[in-house]
């Protein structure tokens, strides 16, 4: 079987636990940028609503193309206690090939994500995260979503972007933390293999060492997309999103939601995106779908609840129609 995505990287079970707004004394400080939370050293914290959802960048966007009607398999690793087991379960009710995933004993990973007005803390934890590329020789896709591994990671993304060529498939690429502190050249075959690239507008600031906030968004898009990816899609939060396919740069403004929580909006982002770019949505649309995806996601606790299946996507985008994607120069 040929799918239409592989979503590459490991996965994980998490525990998204809601503070009471009452019941905490010291809260978040205005100051965004260095926003804290104090819990008493030593007490019993109560807690409003707790909930299980898998975690890590691969699975949230297997899970998202899934329900959009793509065919998603998601090629990673993972432990073998009895949170992964419930991991693998929920993927499978998804809709999500998961044979090519490695089960490894004794490995272990966790999270425990802390949710308060609507922003998050997250408490990550990894005992190995390597992953090893199937030997399956039958594994065939049309693309290949690329994301956030930890430590080890070289080898798989070298064997993955050979698939990538061998097969003829294109790469999204969504690089995570340990991939742009490695630095720009040692990625770089990555970086010209990719078909799409996402990121926010930070990361594509230290991908580039480029320190100046005031830096025309523009000069970025075109900066970046010079290293090598055919299409450049940066997010900037409130802002919006913007695109740039080598020709025109685009803006698309983000749409008015509840904020719950924020785990996952960056990939709800990008599942959404990909799955109308696949099916053949022009640039424009590919961001509304996008768009609309993350702030379904940002209404619910954690990073799957939200995201929208094929019906639920029709409803956001007639939602959304008075807003406008727009070229801009």
């Not at 809601?18 to 807690?47: A, H, N, Q, W, Y």
């Not at 699975?59 to 073998?80: P, Y």
């Not at 320190?211 to 900037?236: A, C, E, H, N, Y």
Request: glycine share 10%; with cysteine.
């Amino acid at each position: 079987m040929k799918y239409d995505v592989l979503s590459l990287g490991p996965f994980r079970m998490d525990c998204f636990v809601t503070l009471p707004e009452d019941e905490v004394v010291e809260v978040c400080s205005m100051d965004r940028r260095r926003c804290m939370i104090e819990l008493g050293f030593g007490e019993k914290i109560p807690v409003s609503s707790m909930k299980f959802s898998i975690g890590g960048n691969a699975a949230n966007n297997a899970v998202g193309m899934s329900r959009l009607g793509l065919t998603a398999a998601i090629v990673g690793t993972i432990g073998d206690g009895w949170t992964e087991k419930q991991a693998m379960e929920i993927l499978k009710s998804e809709g999500v090939e998961t044979k090519f995933t490695e089960n490894r004993a004794g490995q272990q990973a966790f999270g425990v994500i802390i949710n308060y007005q609507g922003e998050r803390t997250i408490l990550s934890y990894y005992s190995h995260t390597d992953c090893n590329w199937p030997a399956d020789e039958t594994l065939d896709a049309s693309w290949i979503y690329l994301t956030s591994m930890g430590d080890g990671y070289e080898d798989f993304y070298q064997k993955a972007v050979t698939f990538a060529k061998n097969k003829n498939a294109r790469i999204a690429f969504n690089p995570g933390t340990r991939q742009l502190k490695a630095g720009l050249e040692h990625l770089r075959y990555a970086y010209e293999s990719a078909e799409i690239l996402f990121v926010n507008k930070e990361e594509a600031m230290e991908l580039l060492k480029i320190s100046d906030p005031r830096f025309k968004i523009q000069d970025l898009l075109s900066q970046v997309k010079s290293i090598g990816p055919k299409m450049v899609v940066i997010t900037d939060g409130p802002e919006g999103t913007y695109a740039h396919d080598g020709q025109k740069f685009w803006h698309m403004p983000i749409v008015p939601c509840k904020v719950v929580e924020r785990t996952g909006a960056g990939d709800a982002f990008g599942s959404g995106f990909l799955t109308a770019y696949v099916q053949g949505k022009s640039l424009e649309e590919a961001l509304r779908w996008g768009t609309v995806n993350s702030a379904s996601v940002l209404e619910y606790v954690g990073p799957q609840e939200g995201l929208l299946n094929q019906s639920k996507m029709q409803e956001w985008i007639v939602r959304s129609e008075p807003i406008k994607v727009e070229e801009i120069q």
